[in-house]
C-alpha cells in the first residue's frame, strides 16, 4: 500500500487540472488581472508577513545574499503584479496546432499545444516565485504543487491567499494551485515520488537541491537556475561601453543567477583596462579573485585578493567577481567550456568573427554578444516570467515561459481512411 502523504494533494492537483485544460483564455486571463489587483490590495498583509520573515532570518543569520532573495518591497510588489499582467497579455499557446500539413494519402496532421498537467515546484528562498509560477500555469492550463523554503513561509502563505481569491473569483478550483507548508524535508521526497499524479518537477534553488531531484525522482526533472556566468573582453572591445555592461551584470542584481561572475580580459588590453574595472566596481563594493596575471596588474589594490583553487567554479551570489586574463578567443572559451554551468556567457567585440566564433562554440543557455548577462530572464525576453532557466537541452532550454509548460498531442483528420 503506498503510504505518501501527499497523495490527496496529487489526486486533488489532477482534477484541477482536467478544469484547468478546458478553461477558456478569456477566463485565465481573468485570474492574472484579479492577481495584480490583489497583490497591491492586500499589500499591506504581504508587506507584514514579509518583514517578519525578513526578521526571522536576519536573527538566524541568514546571509544578506539569501536575505535580498527573500524581500518584498511596495516597489518589488508593484513589479510582481506587472508581470502578473503582462502574462495576460502575451498569446494563449493552448489549442495552437501548428506544422499542419496534408499527406499524399489525404490525411490531414498537425500538432495541437495541450497543458503538461500537474506541475511540482521545489524553490527556496524566493516568494516572486511563487506568484510567477502561479501565473504561467494558469495561463498554460496547468496545476501546481509548491514547496518553497521555510525561510519565507509567512509571505509565501500571504501570497497564496490572494492566489486562491483570484481563481475563486473566475471559477477556477483553488486545488489548481496548492501549497506544502509542513517544513518537514521528507515531504520534498514524498513530492519526488508522486509520479502518479505530477508531471515535471521543477527545481529552483542551490546545486544541492538540484542533485537531490536528479537522484531521487520518479519523475522527470528540469534543472537549471546554477549560474557561473562569463564576459570574455577582446582586444577589439570598445572599453568605454564594456564598463557599463560588466558593471550592470555584477552589481545590477548580484544575488541572482544570471549575474556575473568571472571576468576574462585578453591580455593586450588587461594592463590598462582591469585597473578601470576595479576602480569602477570597488565603489560599489565589489571585491575581486584574480588570477596570477591579473594580480600583476592589480598589486597592492586592497580589494583584489589571489584566486584559490575554486575560485572560478564558484557561482558568488555576491559582491565578488573572478577576473582571469587569457591570450586570446580560444583561451577564454576553452575557460568557458571547463568552467561555466551552462547559463548565461558573453563577448565584448566589435570583431563580428570572433562574436560569430563566440556564438558558435559557448553551448549554454544564453549567450551574448555586448550585453549584460542579467538579460537572461523570462520577463527580459519578452515570455512574461519565467518558472526556471533551464541549462538542459530536452524539451526546454533557457527561461521556461508560456510555451515551455506545454507540450503537444497530434491531430489526425481522415475521411474513411484505413491504412494499407
Known amino acids: 500500500m503506498n503510504d505518501n502523504p501527499l497523495i490527496p494533494m496529487g489526486q486533488r492537483a489532477k482534477k484541477a487540472a482536467r478544469a484547468l485544460a478546458s478553461a477558456s483564455t478569456e477566463t485565465k486571463n481573468a485570474f492574472l488581472h484579479h492577481l495584480a489587483d490583489g497583490l497591491i490590495d492586500h499589500k499591506a498583509a504581504i508587506l507584514a508577513a514579509n518583514e517578519r520573515d525578513i526578521a526571522e532570518g536576519r536573527a538566524n543569520g541568514l546571509a544578506e545574499n539569501l536575505i535580498d532573495r527573500m524581500t518584498i518591497t511596495e516597489a518589488r510588489l508593484r513589479g510582481f503584479a506587472a508581470d502578473a499582467r503582462n502574462v495576460a497579455l502575451l498569446p494563449d499557446p ?8 496534408r499527406l ?3 490525411l490531414r496532421v498537425s500538432r495541437r499545444r495541450t497543458p503538461l498537467g500537474v506541475i511540482g515546484l521545489i524553490y527556496e528562498a524566493r516568494p516572486n516565485v511563487t506568484i510567477d509560477i502561479a501565473a504561467l500555469c494558469i495561463k498554460t492550463g496547468n496545476a501546481v504543487i509548491m514547496r ?3 525561510e519565507i513561509r509567512r509571505s509565501n502563505m500571504a501570497i497564496l491567499d490572494v492566489i ?6 473566475v471559477g477556477l478550483p483553488a486545488d489548481a494551485v496548492q501549497y506544502i507548508e509542513n517544513p518537514d524535508r521528507a515531504l520534498v521526497g514524498h513530492l519526488l515520488k508522486l509520479h502518479d499524479y505530477v508531471d515535471m518537477i521543477i527545481p529552483r534553488g542551490g546545486a544541492g537541491l538540484h542533485k537531490f531531484c536528479r537522484e531521487n525522482s520518479t519523475i522527470p526533472v528540469i534543472t537549471g537556475g546554477i549560474g557561473i556566468c562569463h564576459l570574455y573582453v577582446d582586444e577589439t572591445a570598445n572599453l568605454d561601453k564594456a564598463l557599463p555592461i560588466i558593471h550592470n551584470a555584477k552589481t545590477q542584481r548580484p544575488s541572482v543567477c544570471n549575474s556575473l561572475d568571472t571576468l576574462l580580459v585578453q591580455q593586450d588590453i588587461a594592463a590598462d583596462f582591469l585597473p578601470r574595472v576595479v576602480k ?6 565589489v571585491t575581486f579573485r584574480a ?3 591579473a594580480m600583476d596588474i592589480l598589486a597592492g589594490h586592497e580589494a583584489v585578493q589571489p584566486a584559490g583553487p575554486a575560485d572560478f567554479d564558484t557561482e558568488w ?14 583561451a577564454a572559451i576553452d575557460h568557458i567550456r571547463e568552467h561555466s554551468t551552462g547559463h548565461s556567457d558573453g563577448i565584448l567585440t566589435e570583431n563580428w568573427s570572433h562574436a560569430q566564433r563566440f556564438l558558435d562554440e559557448v553551448d549554454s543557455s544564453a549567450v551574448f554578444v555586448n550585453a549584460s548577462t542579467r538579460f537572461n530572464d523570462g520577463g527580459q525576453f519578452g515570455l512574461g516570467a519565467e518558472v526556471a532557466i533551464s541549462t538542459q537541452k530536452l524539451h526546454a532550454r533557457g527561461p521556461m515561459g508560456l510555451e515551455e509548460l506545454t507540450t503537444y498531442k497530434w491531430i489526425v483528420l481522415g475521411d474513411g481512411h484505413v491504412r494499407p
Open 148 to 150: 518553497g523554503g521555510k
Open 280 to 285: 569602477r566596481l570597488a565603489a560599489d563594493g
Open 291 to 293: 588570477d596570477e596575471t
Open 94 to 101: 493552448i489549442g495552437r496546432e501548428f506544422d499542419s500539413r
Open 164 to 169: 486562491h481569491k483570484a481563481l475563486t473569483r
Open 104 to 106: 499524399p494519402n489525404g
Open 317 to 330: 551570489l555576491s559582491l565578488i567577481l573572478g577576473l582571469r586574463v587569457v591570450p586570446g578567443l580560444d
